[in-house]
Every structure is written in structure tokens, then in C-alpha cells.
């Protein structure tokens, strides 16, 4: 999941990266692959289609993820000083792009939902539609609806209390 928290976060001397391919971090594949694309402009709750993007988002990503790691040897020193070197760009982009939002007016919560929508919308087609398979059948069949509507109460509150805090600043030189 990319956000603020993930944005700050650099790889240290522990990293995967550094020391077993095999075991490579999720995360530190994803930043490095995964170019941070500007949020999508949601409202909570979310509509019915951004909702089943954002389900569908991390099957997808995963799906993508997965069939680009087979183009890098994880073995060799120089494509992982390159991985890291891109890692350190596209924290500090999505960390630009989530501050941008933020300055607009946007909570961090709609940047980051956002964000993993518009991921999910720069995907090859036919990733997408597997994608959407697997987010209506999450949303449809595997969740029960209360469950779903739980989690769209707790989007919800998480938005609106970002919001009640945004609100308090005054002028966009604050929310920057």
C-alpha cells in the first residue's frame, strides 16, 4: 500500500534488498516498480465502482508486481543499488504527490485511496479486468455486507475527522 507513512520510509542497511533476493520485500519491489501516479479524485463513501477498483487494487498490483520481478536478477549489486535508487525517488514523488493533495484540500485518506485507484487504472487491460473479477467477488460473495459497510463507516470517519482537521487551517501555506 503506498501512503505518507511508506513515502517517508527509506530502505535501510536490513533491507531484503541488501541481503537475500529470494526474500525480497513486497513493499520495496512495489515502490520501486510501481511509479506514483497522482490520486484519483474519490469521495467517501466511496462510489460503487471506486470501491470495486479499490478492492480490486491490490490483487492487481500483486498480478503485476509479480510478472516484472522475473525481468530483474535480484542477484545482481547493481540492479539492486538501482531498485533502492528508484525506491528513494518514488517515496519522495508519492510523498510530493500526497502533500500536493493535502494542500488542495484532500484528506489522507482520499489521497491514498486515490492513489492505489489510480495505480489500479494504469494497469494493462486485461490485468484490470482479473482484477475486477477478484474485487466483485470480494465485495460480493467473500465480505458479507456487513462487514462492507463497516469498513465503508470506518472510511468514512477517517475522513471526516482528517477533514474537520484540514479545515482548521486556513490558508493552503498551512496544509502544505
Known sequence: MVGAIEARRSLSSDSPLNHH???VCVQSLFTALVEPKPPKNVTFPLEEQDDIEFHASREALIEWLKAQVNKYDLQDPHVKKALRDKVVIYQKKTQELILAAIAEG??????RIGMMIAHFE??????????????????????????????A???LAVHERELAEIRKLK????RW
Open 21 to 23: 533476493p529470494a526474500s
Open 153 to 155: 463507516d470506518r472510511a
Open 122 to 151: 494504469s494497469l494493462p487491460w486485461d490485468i484490470q479486468q482479473r482484477g475486477m473479477e477478484q474485487g466483485k467477488h470480494v465485495v460480493t460473495e467473500r465480505t458479507t455486507k456487513e462487514a462492507l459497510k463497516q469498513g
Open 106 to 111: 484532500k484528506t489522507l485518506q482520499q489521497a
Open 171 to 174: 490558508t493552503k501555506a498551512e
